[in-house]
């Protein structure tokens, strides 16, 4: 007997005490924190960009760089094209800015009631008690309010701190990096973003340095009537390894809340970065009611040959999901790679997928959906497999599975490719499943109730997305597909 | 410990088990033997619970307690186990992981406590010991491309580590060539004991002659038709069932 089976017997004990644990709870995430405020009125126009730019002590070239993105998008209409119903949004209802009146100081300094609203999260703060090995950076609504383990970065070199933060002290970087990926005008929301965006994780990674601890940003919404516009960019230069994390929560409303990200990676010759999410926006209710609109633009380049960038994501929230995490695969012999689970439960609307843009020379990209769909939900994938005439011996493959609980809900697959070179090899494999009687009944025949015998079927459906994660977000995504899946059956 | 009295049971409409009556009490294995379409599989389907399968008259009380008014996950807790004649694929699902949460389950659901992981590995490790199975299996998802032998031979496995009052073996002989049929057969033998009773389906002798029945059944027409010991198993081998139509109730050719 190998001490393989003690390996796996020991995970399984752990997933179940935590399977019981998860299943006895609900959306845990959903309570609001009581936290004196400070913020802009709701309304949108120029003076409101430059009251943002104002209050995060911007130079004036963020000030132009905002205003004419917010120009451009006032010329774009909002995209209809994904398979979403999706009422108008007032952008004139929102307020672009809400932040503790706290101002961000050093994490001792932190007001405590918001570093016990990330305990009761389950990401603590505090050095000492944070999980080992992960360094955090807390957005609440619209502000970074705290950075773990900076001081170790630093000294390996590593820049990890809040977007305001970087635009103040990296200007020459940020002004480099920022919309080289996603430009302002790349699409409707991500003009929006460009426009408004009040502050996320910056993330910069040296020469030849491997970042000695996983990165991660838990972001909050918390305010009412806010949106949650965070910009993100991550660069490794040559050589350079990186993985990152992101988490989101939102409390339970019955208004839907607008969340308009753009994450941009860039990663140069032999990078690689890898990115991680676990997606736990407040999903709405069982009828329909509140959750958040999460429409959010993700893009990496691999700018230089031989490197790397994966995609990981878990979504398992929000009301509507408009998401393509994408790679630009320009370097020669660079690898993309997209590994998705998408779960959709009572009028959840999830339209997600990726893009793979290959222009270099033996390039690789490598796309695994997994979409699960129950209740009265609907999810779509939405892939692009683009290969360019110069990328010589292209080559990809994606599969993608759906998998349907229930008899109203619905799995969507739109695969576009566009190849245009001969050379390049270019595989589609796509599947849809039920949950079938048989396995039901196989599982029950040994004693396994119905929810536990559906949750298990799903995890092992999931399994090979899974695995791409962080060992403790596999255990988080994991509670979170048995808990969103309460009461699929029955 | 099995009283089974004038079952009769429907699947989509039509009626399959018309007034079966058969009683086993601890420690007993009986072979229930019968062409095909007598209703064999059914009855192990009804007595497991699976959806579709209508009780329309008659009783099961399994140690005195109403066996068709418990769930399925209930009536294995309650020690009753299927072997599947079509084991199912469980992708992903590991099978080690499966079979704990299983035992688990069933043992919450009895009030007793449930297996840490290095309790449950030592259960594993003997049990692995009878069955002579390799622990390769177990890294494997449910019986994702295991072969016909290794799916059985995982039943068999399931039910050592769950330790059943009650197996129902569905057909287990089926599709097994001669080497797999004596290593399933040594796992069920060895699994034999004076609390333990077995309701061995299946359509041919064959089996029989390694699994040594106290009983033997001949399943017609969706009812018994002729019990006796295991020399009937060898008479029905001789004649074929032909030879029971003609001593017992007419088969039908719908059943």
């Known amino acids: 007997m190998s001490s393989e089976i003690t390996e796996t017997t020991a995970t399984a004990l752990r997933d179940n005490a935590e399977v019981a644990e998860a299943l006895g709870r609900n959306y845990s995430a959903g309570f609001v924190t009581e936290i004196e405020m400070t913020g802009l009125p709701p309304g949108l126009d120029e003076e409101t960009i430059r009251a943002l730019s104002a209050i995060k002590r911007e130079p004036e070239w963020m000030t132009e760089w905002r205003l004419a993105a917010y120009r451009h998008w006032l010329t774009m209409p909002q995209p209809d094209w994904a398979k979403l119903k999706l009422d108008a949004i007032d952008y004139q209802a929102i307020s672009y800015y809400a932040a503790p009146k706290q101002g961000p100081k050093s994490l001792d300094e932190v007001d405590p009631v918001l570093l016990e609203t990330y305990e009761k999260l389950g990401v603590p703060l505090h050095e000492r008690a944070a999980l080992a090995g992960v360094a955090v950076d807390a957005v609440f609504d619209s502000v970074s309010v705290g950075t773990t383990f900076r001081k170790q970065l630093a000294e390996a070199g590593v820049i990890f701190c809040s977007m305001s933060e970087a635009i103040r002290e990296h200007p020459e970087l940020v002004q480099k990096y920022l919309g080289s990926v996603v430009p ?39 305010a009412q009537n806010t ?19 992101e988490g989101c929560t939102a409390p339970k409303r019955d208004e839907n809340q607008l969340h308009a990200a753009v994450v941009e990676l860039v990663a140069l010759e032999k990078a690689q970065i890898k990115y991680s999410t676990v997606q736990n926006w407040y999903p ?176 092992g459906f999931c399994k090979q997305v899974f695995r791409e994660l962080p060992m403790e977000f596999a255990v988080e995504a994991k509670k979170l597909l048995e808990v969103s899946l309460e009461g699929a059956v029955g | 410990m099995l009283k089974i009295e004038n079952l009769h049971a429907r699947v989509a409409g039509k009626e399959i088990l018309k007034g079966l009556s058969l009683s086993v009490k601890p420690g007993e294995v009986h072979a229930i033997m019968g062409p095909n379409g007598a209703g064999k599989s059914t009855l192990g389907n009804v007595l497991t619970g699976r959806d579709g399968y209508e009780v329309t008259a008659g009783s099961v009380s399994f140690d005195g307690v109403d066996l068709l008014a418990l769930e399925p996950e209930a009536r294995a807790a309650a020690g009753v186990f299927l072997a599947f004649q079509y084991p199912v694929e469980i992708p992903g699902v590991n099978n080690t992981y499966f079979l704990r949460a299983a035992l688990n389950a069933q043992r919450k659901a009895r009030g007793e406590k449930e ?124 004649h074929g069932y032909a030879w029971v139509r003609e001593h017992g109730e007419p088969a039908g050719a719908t059943a």
């Open chain 2, 115 to 238: 297996l840490d992981s290095m309790q449950f590995l030592k259960l594993v490790r003997e049990k692995l010991k009878v069955m002579q199975i390799s622990d390769e299996l177990l890294h494997r998802a449910v019986n994702e491309g295991f072969s016909g032998g290794e799916k059985k031979r995982n039943e068999i496995f399931q039910m050592a580590v769950l330790e059943p009052k009650l197996a129902i073996l569905d057909e287990t002989d089926s599709g097994l060539d001669i080497d797999a049929l004596k290593q399933v057969a040594q796992g069920v033998n060895a699994q034999r004991s004076p609390q333990r009773s077995f309701l061995v389906i299946t359509h041919y002798q064959r089996l029989l002659d390694y699994i040594e029945p106290d009983f033997v059944h001949v399943l017609a027409g969706g009812r018994i038709v002729e019990s006796g010991d295991k020399t009937l198993a060898l008479k029905l081998e001789e």
């Open chain 1, 184 to 222: 302002t005008g790349d699409n409707f929301f991500a003009a929006l973003n460009s426009a408004v965006f009040s502050d996320g994780s910056f993330v910069f990674i040296p020469k030849g340095v491997r970042c000695p601890m996983e990165l991660s940003t838990y972001f909050r919404i918390n």
């Open chain 1, 284 to 459: 709405g209710d069982e009828n329909g009611v509140g959750g958040i609109y999460n429409l959010v633009t993700k893009r990496g380049d691999c700018r230089g040959d031989d490197s790397k960038i994966s995609w990981t994501q878990v979504e398992t929230g929000s009301a509507i999901t408009w998401k393509y995490p994408s790679v630009v695969l320009r370097g020669d012999r660079s690898v993309g790679e997209f590994h998705s689970v998408a779960l959709t439960h009572h009028y959840q609307q999830a339209d997600t997928g990726t893009k793979m843009i290959h222009i270099g020379k033996d390039t690789k990209s490598k796309i695994v959906s997994k979409g699960i769909s129950a209740g009265r939900s609907n999810n779509s994938y939405r892939g692009l497999v683009k290969v360019e005439k110069g990328a010589e011996r292209a080559r990809n493959y994606t599969q993608c599975d759906s998998l349907l609980i229930g008899k109203k809900c619905g799995a969507h697959t739109f695969p576009y490719m566009e190849v245009k070179n001969p050379t390049a090899i270019v595989e589609h494999e796509a599947t849809t499943s039920k949950i079938s009687d048989d396995q039901m009944f196989y599982c029950r025949s040994r004693g396994i109730g119905e929810e536990d015998a559906v949750s298990m079927i799903v995890d």
């Open chain 1, 227 to 245: 949106g949650q516009f965070e910009r993100t960019l991550i660069v490794a230069e040559e050589g350079a390894h990186v993985s990152y994390l």
